[in-house]
């Protein structure tokens, strides 16, 4: 888990250098991303953030956060009159997804940890 937490820093890191997919929301989006960030690295090596009560806040608002910006994504970046180039951005979206499920199971047992 230490490997993904540092590959996923870069990653996130890297996604917020391409301006081309840039919004109204972006500053808050690094803002919730470095939140969750900070969460990660914090059940990954077992540091104390925060009190649980802000993560399981934060981790409810990170989940309604993440759908709405992918709703958002696309609505706005998905191509609707290629289908060929549709569904490999669905296919894209697809892997991203499947990448971000230990980051949520981080985040939900970091909120969610006994104390």
């Known amino acids: 888990m230490k490997v993904y937490t540092i590959l996923f820093i870069i990653i996130t890191g890297i996604s917020f250098l391409d301006k081309e997919f840039y919004h109204s929301l972006t500053f808050v989006d690094i803002i919730?991303?470095?939140?969750?960030?900070?969460?990660?690295?914090?059940?990954?090596?077992?540091?104390k953030w925060f009190s649980?009560?802000?993560?399981?806040?934060?981790?409810g608002f990170n989940i309604v956060w993440s759908i709405g910006t992918l709703y958002y994504m696309g609505e706005s970046f998905l191509p609707k009159d290629e289908p060929t180039l549709m569904y490999l951005t669905l296919g894209i979206g697809l892997i991203i997804l499947l990448f971000m499920i230990p980051y949520y199971y981080a985040l939900f047992r970091y909120a969610y940890?006994?104390?």
Do not use: A, E
Request: glycine letters at 12%.
């Open 113 to 115: 940890r006994r104390t």
């Open 52 to 59: 649980p009560s802000f993560w399981k806040v934060y981790f």
């Open 32 to 47: 919730v991303s470095i939140i969750g960030i900070i969460g990660l690295w914090g059940y990954v090596f077992k540091k």
